[in-house]
């Protein structure tokens, strides 16, 4: 029976269940009290036990929507103290985090801190920074008709919130939304990866410790059960993962009328111009395509420059590698693996498009891919149909700068689109003429670390946005709110019947716009 636990808690299941779990060592702090628990085993214990099968969700999803109704979460002091929970979290075990990252995907120290330690406490700062200034009415401008009325707009949290979680950055990718869904003022249910397991163990045992449990939960599971999850109602989702799995998300919050963030992903186009240093170009496409050994939603996917570039593109690529990871990648303890099984053989198929220039030796018992060039690839190929997320950077040939934008156009909607040129013009034509979830000229990743940019993707890259303040305004309801007085029903004479074509000429003055699109009913 798999059973992750933080402290022993109430569930909705036989008295005899219950009685296991409190004589199973899991007794504790009763502040605690908690269950974070994989459902088909719930159902499973049930059923040895004789009784019928249950649903294992229902009871603390309404436990979480019974605080958010009793406004357990609405307070600034509450959702403050929340947000340094997760501070003290990400501060007591990072130790224990980075080895699970390690565990995970042989992730360095060095990444795990720059991509999932620091960005996730610098997100946890920046609300608790903003946190109060955030949550204020904002009020805005009037028409002559609401000239002594107070307008403004209320951010009220949605209520209860769920997170689903993939496994490439297992812990940035949970934390970064979560601070912005408690910052609102949700109670949220979070559904990490079961895939990144040692991340998935931290985040079920541990985190639970540093949040008011009684509007927070984890939920564990597969497919099966983050299906059974998704057939409940909740107020708010935010999935991050494939298109495929997005749709399938997609379609079960449109049965609940459920608004949505769906963070994706795609074939990130990365065009080099010909007026460009090669090694500088190589040494940064280098640094984030290999990146999380290339798993990576923003990570390039491929390359798009003319065949003389790609000439002096290769070897540069070549010199960048080694000194990055050595003669030999395999040894390097900078370089991480793939996630899986299932991954390793998706990613050793795709060897074979192409003719490899660089790299392409594999290991099956390290899971480990070299870091990889394929030149002369050709549209059709799989390497070109589907994103790769794996340490493999397809280079393809284009004639110019309008053949290469429109190899971009006719393709699906990036998350992430790069140009390295010398030539501003040319950045900024590949700007102006293409679109996408995100843009950086001359580099990749570093848009990411502007918590004042929002990210997300567009089409079928995504849709929603989230970091910094863009996380709050995603976890909030904007509500329109008008405040008018109850006397002075003399001026409101003029919009009753029975209507003259002096009183709507008068009207109408009333109604014009002073700065805003403001309308009166």
């Known amino acids: 029976m798999r059973l992750h636990t933080a402290e022993p808690c109430e569930v909705a299941v036989a008295a005899d269940f219950v009685l296991w779990l409190r004589n199973a060592r899991l007794s504790g702090d009763q502040s605690l009290l908690q269950l974070v628990f994989h459902p088909q085993d719930a159902q499973e214990c049930c059923r040895e036990k004789g009784q019928g099968r249950m649903d294992s969700f229902e009871d603390k999803l309404q436990q979480l929507r019974e605080a958010f109704n009793a406004g357990r979460t609405r307070s600034a002091e509450f959702r403050a103290a929340q947000l340094q929970g997760l501070s003290h979290f990400l501060r007591d075990n990072k130790q224990q985090l980075q080895e699970a ?74 934390l970064v939304p979560l601070v912005g869904a408690i910052a609102a003022g949700n109670c949220v249910v979070l559904k990490p ?121 290769v070897p540069a690529l070549q010199n960048a590698i080694t000194r990055f990871y050595g003669d030999n990648p395999q040894t390097s303890p900078n370089l991480g693996r793939i996630i899986n099984q299932k991954h390793f053989e998706r990613l050793q198929g795709l060897l074979g498009c192409g003719r490899v220039a660089i790299g392409g030796q594999s290991d099956e018992g390290e899971r480990y891919i070299a870091p990889t060039v394929l030149v002369d690839v050709q549209e059709t190929e799989p390497v070109m149909q589907e994103e790769i997320f794996g340490p493999i950077l397809p280079l393809v040939t284009v004639t110019n700068l309008d053949e290469a934008i429109e190899f971009i156009n006719r393709r699906e909607k990036p998350l992430a689109l790069y140009a390295f040129s010398k030539r501003s013009q040319v950045i900024k034509q590949v700007l102006a003429r293409t679109s996408s979830g995100g843009f950086c000229g001359n580099d ?67 109604m014009e716009k002073r700065c805003c699109s403001c309308t009166l009913l």
């Open 101 to 174: 990252l390690a565990q995970d995907l042989h992730k360095s120290a060095f990444e795990s801190e720059v991509s999932e330690i620091a960005i996730s406490q610098a997100e946890v700062d920046l609300a608790l920074r903003n946190l109060r200034s955030w949550m204020k009415d904002e009020k805005v401008s009037k028409n002559l008709a609401t000239q002594l009325d107070s307008a403004f707009i209320r951010k009220e949290p949605f209520g209860l919130v769920l997170i689903i979680v993939p496994w490439n950055y297992p812990l940035n990718l949970t």
């Open 193 to 313: 990866s079961e895939i990144s397991k040692a991340t998935e163990k931290i985040l079920a045992e541990v985190l639970p410790r540093y949040l008011d449990q009684s509007c927070f939960a984890v939920v564990l599971g597969g497919p099966q059960e983050t299906g059974q999850l998704l057939e409940h109602r909740f107020d708010y989702i935010f999935f991050t993962g494939n298109t495929y799995v997005g749709k399938i998300v997609m379609a079960a919050a449109a049965k609940h009328l459920t608004p949505i963030t769906l963070e994706l992903g795609g074939k990130n186009p990365c065009y080099v111009d010909d007026n460009c240093d090669p090694q500088t170009v190589a040494n940064r496409v280098a640094w984030f395509r290999y990146f999380n050994a290339g798993q990576t939603c923003v990570a390039p996917d491929y390359v798009l420059c003319s065949q003389e570039m790609q000439e002096r593109l």
């Open 444 to 510: 990749g990743f570093m848009h990411m670390t502007l918590s004042s940019l929002p990210f997300g993707g567009v089409g079928t890259s995504g849709m929603g946005r989230y970091h910094g303040k863009f996380s709050f305004d995603t976890f909030s309801n904007q509500r329109a709110c008008l405040l008018r007085s109850p006397g002075m029903e003399k001026i409101n004479d003029l919009r009753y019947p029975p209507y003259t074509s002096r009183n709507l000429r008068v009207l109408l003055v009333a």
